[in-house]
């Protein structure tokens, strides 16, 4: 990696801008790409899929480290060309030209891999819903989204940013904030900072029809999240099914555990 051309000069060479309908923001200081590399790691030769390899920071940091095979899902056809040129020809290496919204991870990789990510902030929060309610299992995922919404997926009860996110994220993986970066360290730079969250599925995953479940318990609860439960939850059962799952109806969903939404949840009917 180290006798190629700077990511800048890689992208004036190929004669590229970043798109805003494509959420480019790019990393193109390789210490950062590389630090992002290690909070993610190690990956002891298990395949790590990309999503949104853009002009390759990641990627080459990934190559680099001890990863197995790389798979690269990018969506804007442009990068394509320039990413083939990280390629040895070893076959470690696949880029598959595709909307991570639509692609089916267990096409890309045999089992399990880690999933390595700085996630396009346009559609960061239905790709994250859609590795943690579907059926592939990642090893883990680190993903840089922008900070609100960092703080969303990593909340704890009491927290300000403790909604859905944290409680559908939680239900299935220990989740935490473990880099923060300023909107400079992008070119071009968002509006808003960001942060990278590390997420490892729970050993106990909840069923896909735990997690429906879940989701229109949180739904309820946090679209009235001033209400008391009792009162945000009426239409599914409300002081009733509280009762039955052990939560005080008089308390308000930003004080309710993920451990307390799932009772609540395994107590609908
Ligand atoms: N990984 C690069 C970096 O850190 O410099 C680029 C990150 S940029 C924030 C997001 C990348 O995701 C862009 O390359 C963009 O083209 C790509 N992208 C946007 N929507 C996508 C989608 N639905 N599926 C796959 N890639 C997508």
């Given at each position: 990696m180290t006798d190629l051309p700077s990511l800048r000069e890689t992208l004036d060479a190929h004669g590229l801008l970043a798109k805003k309908s494509f959420g480019q923001h790019f990393l193109l200081d390789l210490n950062v790409t590389r630090k992002i590399v290690r909070l993610a790691?190690?990956?002891?030769?298990?395949?790590?899929?990309?999503?949104?390899?853009?002009?390759?920071?990641?990627t080459r940091a990934l190559l680099e480290s001890d990863a197995g095979p790389v798979v690269l899902v990018e969506?804007?056809?442009r990068f394509i060309p320039l990413l083939s040129e990280l390629d040895d020809g070893s076959g470690r290496l696949t880029i598959v030209e595709a909307d991570a919204l639509k692609v089916k991870e267990a096409d890309l990789v045999s089992g399990p891999a880690h999933m390595v990510s700085n996630l396009p902030y346009?559609?960061?929060?239905?790709?994250l819903i859609k590795w943690l309610t579907?059926?592939?299992?990642?090893?883990?995922?680190?993903?840089?989204?922008?900070?609100?919404?960092?703080?969303?997926?990593?909340?704890?009860?009491?927290?300000?940013?403790?909604?859905?996110?944290?409680?559908?994220?939680?239900?299935?993986?220990?989740?935490r904030i473990v880099m923060h970066l300023p909107a400079a360290?992008?070119?071009?730079?968002?509006?808003?900072?960001?942060?990278?969250?590390?997420?490892?599925?729970?050993?106990?995953?909840?069923?896909?029809?735990?997690?429906?479940?879940?989701e229109r318990?949180?739904?309820a609860a946090f679209?009235?999240?001033?209400?008391?439960?009792?009162?945000?939850?009426?239409?599914?059962?409300?002081?009733?099914?509280?009762?039955?799952?052990?939560?005080?109806p008089d308390v308000r969903?930003?004080?309710?555990?993920?451990?307390?939404?799932?009772?609540?949840?395994?107590?609908?009917?």
């Amino acid at each position: 990696m180290t006798d190629l051309p700077s990511l800048r000069e890689t992208l004036d060479a190929h004669g590229l801008l970043a798109k805003k309908s494509f959420g480019q923001h790019f990393l193109l200081d390789l210490n950062v790409t590389r630090k992002i590399v290690r909070l993610a790691g190690p990956f002891d030769g298990r395949a790590v899929i990309e999503v949104g390899p853009g002009p390759g920071g990641l990627t080459r940091a990934l190559l680099e480290s001890d990863a197995g095979p790389v798979v690269l899902v990018e969506k804007d056809p442009r990068f394509i060309p320039l990413l083939s040129e990280l390629d040895d020809g070893s076959g470690r290496l696949t880029i598959v030209e595709a909307d991570a919204l639509k692609v089916k991870e267990a096409d890309l990789v045999s089992g399990p891999a880690h999933m390595v990510s700085n996630l396009p902030y346009n559609v960061g929060t239905a790709l994250l819903i859609k590795w943690l309610t579907g059926p592939w299992l990642p090893h883990s995922l680190t993903l840089m989204f922008q900070k609100e919404v960092a703080e969303r997926v990593a909340a704890g009860p009491g927290d300000d940013a403790y909604g859905r996110l944290a409680v559908i994220s939680q239900a299935v993986c220990t989740a935490r904030i473990v880099m923060h970066l300023p909107a400079a360290a992008f070119t071009p730079p968002p509006k808003v900072a960001s942060a990278v969250v590390y997420l490892v599925p729970l050993d106990e995953r909840p069923s896909p029809e735990r997690l429906k479940k879940l989701e229109r318990v949180t739904a309820a609860a946090f679209g009235q999240r001033r209400k008391m439960l009792r009162s945000s939850l009426k239409q599914l059962g409300g002081a009733a099914l509280c009762e039955a799952a052990g939560i005080e109806p008089d308390v308000r969903a930003e004080t309710v555990d993920v451990a307390g939404f799932l009772r609540i949840a395994d107590a609908l009917q």
